[in-house]
């Protein structure tokens, strides 16, 4: 079952002495695109590690929600979330489809060839480099294919650290659909980014980070660029 909230509740983590995020509070709903900004080196990363599982908060808690009922971080949890990180997660050796097929035998996605070529059509990877080895792609090949990475168990929660990172303009555009879907979906969609134009129209919540704190909070459905802009420095710089 899809998750309906997750609820982040004083988490804080720290490396060594460093304090990369203190007592964060955030609520992420379905259907909604949280975008999660801040200047460089302020945690925002660290969070999306920490919502997805792979990284433990020193402290605090983070609850999935699946209709009224918390749901422990175990395997079926993890199925239900899609995670665009920094690293493609994809394998150099193998080709688009090879990779994606794998993946989704891994979650075990039904008809996973017909599965990887529709996800590929969605990314806008074309034909003939699906059949080509993934170490001779593009920066923005690669991020295609690490985005079809993410969606490829339909997860209903997509969390995406700079998934605009090489893409070029049809490329940009064509993620912004896609949010847009997942949006309409009802999943629950972060996305970190410092392109603010790229967001803007379809964030629901902005939760901006500034030195590891949460400095600032805001819903509204849609914004334009020169909104989103203006409530980024007055929060974040
Ligand atoms: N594994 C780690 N070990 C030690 N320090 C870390 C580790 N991961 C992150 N940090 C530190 O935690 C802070 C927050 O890092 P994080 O990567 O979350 O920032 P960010 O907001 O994603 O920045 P950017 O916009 O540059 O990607 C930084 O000071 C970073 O050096
Ligand atoms: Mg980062």
Excluded: W
Excluded at 91 to 100: I, M, W
Excluded at 116 to 137: I, M, N, P, S
Excluded at 205 to 233: M, P, S
């Amino acid at each position: 079952m899809p998750l309906s909230r997750v609820a982040v509740q004083k988490v804080g983590k720290r490396f060594g002495q460093h304090r990369a995020l203190v007592g964060v509070d955030v609520e992420l709903a379905a259907g909604e695109v949280c975008a999660l900004l801040g200047p460089n080196g302020a945690g925002k990363s660290t969070l999306v590690g920490i919502l997805s599982t792979l990284v433990r908060p020193s402290s605090g808690d983070v609850t999935y929600v699946e209709g009224d009922a918390a749901r422990r971080a175990d395997d079926r949890l993890r199925r239900e979330i899609g995670l665009l990180a920094h690293a493609s997660l994809c394998y150099g050796e193998l080709t688009a489809v090879e990779n994606l097929v794998f993946f989704a035998g891994l979650y075990g996605v039904a008809e996973p060839q017909a599965r990887a070529h529709a996800l590929l059509d969605q990314v806008g990877l074309d034909g003939k480099a699906r059949e080509r080895t993934v170490r001779t792609y593009s920066r923005g090949m690669v991020q295609r294919l690490a985005l079809a990475r993410a969606l490829v168990a339909d997860p209903s929660l997509l969390l995406l650290d700079e998934p605009f990172t090489g893409l070029d303009r049809g490329g940009a555009l064509a993620l912004g659909q896609r949010l847009g879907q997942a949006r309409a979906d009802g999943a629950i969609v972060v996305v970190v980014t410092h392109d603010l134009e790229a967001i803007a129209e379809v964030t629901d919540h902005v939760v901006i980070l500034r030195r590891g704190q949460l400095v600032h909070v805001e819903k509204k459905r849609g914004f334009t660029y020169a909104e989103l802009r203006d409530v980024y420095h007055r929060h974040a710089d």
